[in-house]
């Protein structure tokens, strides 16, 4: 079925009645060409690439929970490309452009919305940094401006400007930055596969991972074994734990990071805003609720809610930034489990078991990354070269030391800055 405007008026004068599954429910088959473990954004972008770019329908997604269950339905819907070093910057270019074009690929509504991300800052040190980022992505053909402190307080009234902690000298505003309906781009994928004839296979967890002579050859699972000639294991928070059942050992460490939302209230903040000084950020959904978050947990955990210390953090910072906010009643929080990677950066590459491959190390900033990280993945596991926007993104980096990209700057323990 196609969605339109003419759809929704035809469904609405027959009783809504008539709107079909949005994918359809199958149980696994024995074996498949390829079984992309993870039905969060990324696993399910790829297997919606891998059918549209390269004909590969004879995939399955095995999801252990229901499809847009995990931090995809969970992150704070920021999609940006204001990345400064290479391998990044070309990467999050690639992503956003995809972005952009999205919603008539897809035939889906994902509410992308270019509300502008504004990145403030509070010294001369972090202008220069804010500047030296900016031309980065101008280079990149992305876009940026350089607000001063009398732009901020024209495009941001609400915020503290007397607050003495740290003052706001202005900001790096990227004007094509902003939001989308996160479980939206699940479904949207998810929708996209399955009519390209990929089966999407929930409540299936995969357990182990068979391998003989140096080539898998299946997946367990709590459906069954199930026989494939390639694997891609694709799930965020929990990737080593799922690596292990290959006998890997992933430079990755999973922590929580918790988001929050306020009830609804009138359109007050129309961009997303940074706040990095104090470890915070805001926007507001289009139901109204003001959606924001801080850092994360510090400690390693594969739980997904986290703890008071951080709520306490994150409120403060709140209201040192922006006041008004302590009027507004909070509805509910979350929390999802991240992959942190030691550089910050992500991992797509092949592992050195023929037919494997790996995608993590999103750490908090996977969401923008989707559509990319399919698009990428696809190309990786269909091709067997990596795909050029995500050529640096390789696994032996942490091994050689050679090709890190320290994007915070914050040094090998990125989990810890
Ligand atoms: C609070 C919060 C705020 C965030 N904000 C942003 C943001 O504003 N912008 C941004 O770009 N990013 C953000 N992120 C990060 C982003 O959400 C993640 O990086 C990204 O969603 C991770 O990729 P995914 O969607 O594939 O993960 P997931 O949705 O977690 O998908 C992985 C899937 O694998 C499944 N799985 C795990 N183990 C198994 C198994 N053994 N067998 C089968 N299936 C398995 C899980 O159930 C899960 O559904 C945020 C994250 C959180 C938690």
């Known amino acids: 079925m196609r969605y339109s405007a003419l759809q929704i008026l035809k469904q609405g004068l027959t009783g809504n009645r008539r709107w079909e599954r949005a994918w359809r429910k199958p149980d696994p088959k024995p074996s498949y060409d390829i079984i992309i473990i993870g039905g969060g954004g990324h696993g399910l972008a790829t297997a919606y690439y891998l059918a549209a770019v390269h004909g590969q329908s004879n995939v399955a997604v095995l999801e252990r929970g229901y499809f847009g269950g995990g931090n995809v339905g969970r992150n704070t819907t920021i999609v940006r490309a204001n990345y400064g070093l290479p391998g990044n910057s070309e990467f999050y270019s690639h992503s956003l452009k995809l972005w952009e074009g999205l919603e008539q690929e897809l035939n889906f509504n994902v509410m992308h919305s270019q509300r502008g991300v504004i990145n403030l800052f509070h010294s001369d040190g972090q202008r220069d940094a804010a500047a030296r980022r900016g031309n980065a992505m101008i280079n990149q053909g992305d876009d940026a401006i350089l607000l001063d402190r009398g732009d901020c307080r024209q495009m941001l009234p609400y915020l503290d400007f007397d607050q003495t902690r740290f003052p706001i000298y202005g900001g790096l505003y990227h004007p094509r930055g902003g939001t989308a309906r996160h479980d939206a781009v699940a479904w949207g994928f998810a929708r996209g596969a399955d009519q390209r004839g990929v089966d999407l296979i929930d409540n299936c967890e995969v357990t182990g991972i068979d391998i003989q002579n140096g080539h898998v050859t299946g997946v367990q699972t709590t459906r069954g074994a199930i026989r494939a000639k390639k694997i891609g294991i694709v799930v965020a928070g929990n990737s080593s734990r799922v690596a292990a059942m290959a006998g890997m050992r992933l430079p990755i460490e999973s922590h929580v990071l918790q988001a929050f939302v306020t009830e609804g209230l009138k359109p007050v903040i129309d961009h997303v805003v940074t706040y990095g000084m104090g470890h915070f950020y805001i926007s507001q959904s289009d139901k109204g609720g003001l959606v924001f978050g801080g850092d994360l ?56 078991i023929r037919g494997l491959y790996l995608n993590c190390g999103w750490c908090y900033g996977g969401f923008k990354a989707v559509p990319g990280s399919g698009n990428c993945f696809a190309h990786l ?37």
Not at 302 to 317: D, K
Not at 410 to 416: D, I
């Open 381 to 417: 596991m269909a091709t067997d070269r990596p795909h050029d926007a995500a050529a640096r993104y390789k696994l032996s980096r942490f091994e050689t030391g050679f090709g890190l990209m320290d994007e915070e700057g914050t040094g090998a323990q990125h989990n810890l800055h």
């Open 297 to 352: 947990d510090f400690y390693p955990s594969y739980a997904s809610r986290g703890n008071l210390p951080m709520v306490e953090h994150v409120m403060e910072a709140g209201m040192t930034l922006m006041p008004m906010l302590g009027k507004a009643r909070l509805l509910r929080s979350w929390g999802g489990i991240m992959d942190m990677s030691p550089d910050g950066s992500p991992i797509i590459d092949r592992t050195g």
